[in-house]
């Protein structure tokens, strides 16, 4: 890819990122959500972490891997275990980073 | 602006960057590799903040794909951020002015949306608290890809590192924050098992994140079915 079809590239996936970031806020700030759908939309962000929890954990190189070879699923035993503990962002990343590291360095 | 306030964004960004270190540092590589300079490596992350989409993008420039595909693949990738977006609207109204908020949503990725629903749970939101959050870890971002475009063939494995599991943990410890009634976890539990079911019989959804799209729009309606029914 040459020089400027690079740069066109850039642009335009710029555009198409800005977009659906941008426009709910921009367009339906002035609007009050009927309660169903403000009811709904609370649902969201549990569903999406859900989901990208089970990606993260499951499917780290990008295709599904239930296996015990995949160490995400070891690592996010103690990680949970962790979280639901200390209900501390800090410790969890600590003991996911350092279990990882310790797999992966030594199994 | 609101100094403690920005100060918290800033400080809640802090995982959040560790986290993309190791993806904006392999983006960086990457780039770099398929023939991007230095400057461009850096300037899509400056312009474009979306991790998937620029993985795909490296991908379809190796395969020697069009930069039209580049950009619908993108479009489909970024189409979740429809959701995410909306459902902010409601925490921003009367708070965070439309086109301050919309401004600052140039900065919203799962990673920032996820430590920003958290906070706004029991925090109300403001300008200044989006700013910290979103403008440092899209810095962090920013950093990361220039270390990996220029230090990328120098430097060997960071896999050892075990950051890779920093984003991971970061998803699991928000999630166990973010669900507070039985609805909450039925939702969580239902788009967990939604998105890997259509990830499983369409692969291609794996890679354009439909999937979460889908098992969300799924499991939010349960949330609201079971929470009727009490």
């Known amino acids: ?107 | 602006m609101q100094k403690q306030e920005l100060k918290q964004g800033i400080n809640d960004s802090i995982p959040i960057i560790l986290g993309y270190l190791p993806l904006g540092f392999a983006f960086g590589v990457l780039a770099n590799e398929v023939g991007m300079s230095i400057i461009q490596a850096t300037m899509m992350s400056v312009l474009c903040f979306t991790g998937a989409g620029q993985y795909i993008a490296i991908g379809i420039v190796q395969a020697g794909g069009a930069v039209f595909t580049i950009i619908m693949a993108n479009v489909l990738v970024n189409l979740r951020y429809l959701l995410f977006s909306t459902s902010l609207v409601p925490y921003f109204k009367g708070r965070v002015p439309t086109a301050i908020g919309s401004l600052l949503t140039y900065g919203l990725t799962d990673e920032t949306y996820a430590v920003a629903m958290n906070r706004y749970q029991n925090h109300a939101p403001t300008a200044s608290y989006m700013a910290g959050l979103n403008i440092s870890s899209h810095f962090g971002w920013i950093f990361s890809t220039l270390l990996g475009a220029i230090l990328g063939s120098y430097i060997g494995n960071t896999d050892r590192l075990g950051l890779d599991f920093a984003l991971p943990a970061m998803y699991i410890c928000l999630l166990v924050f973010m669900v507070k009634s039985r609805s909450d976890l039925i939702a969580a539990l239902s788009s967990a098992l939604f998105c890997l079911l259509i990830g499983y019989f369409a692969p291609a959804t794996m890679s354009n994140l439909f999937n979460i799209i889908i098992a969300t729009i799924i499991a939010a309606s349960l949330g609201v079915l079971i929470s009727e029914r009490g």
Do not use: D, Q
Not at chain 1, 52 to 73: D, F, K, M, W
Not at chain 1, 78 to 99: D, E, M, Q
């Open chain 1, 1 to 107: 890819m040459s020089g400027a079809s690079i740069w066109i590239m850039i642009i335009g996936v710029s555009v198409v990122c800005i977009l659906p970031r941008i426009l709910p806020i921009a367009l339906f700030s002035r609007y009050e959500f009927p309660e169903p759908l403000k009811r709904w939309l609370s649902y969201v962000a549990p569903a999406v972490l859900g989901a990208l929890t089970a990606l993260s954990v499951l499917a780290p190189e990008g295709y599904i891997n239930i296996s015990i070879h995949n160490r995400y699923i070891w690592v996010f035993i103690p990680t949970l275990l962790v979280a639901i503990k200390t209900r501390s962002l800090f410790y969890s990343l600590l003991v996911g980073i350092c279990t990882m590291a310790l797999l992966y360095n030594f199994c």
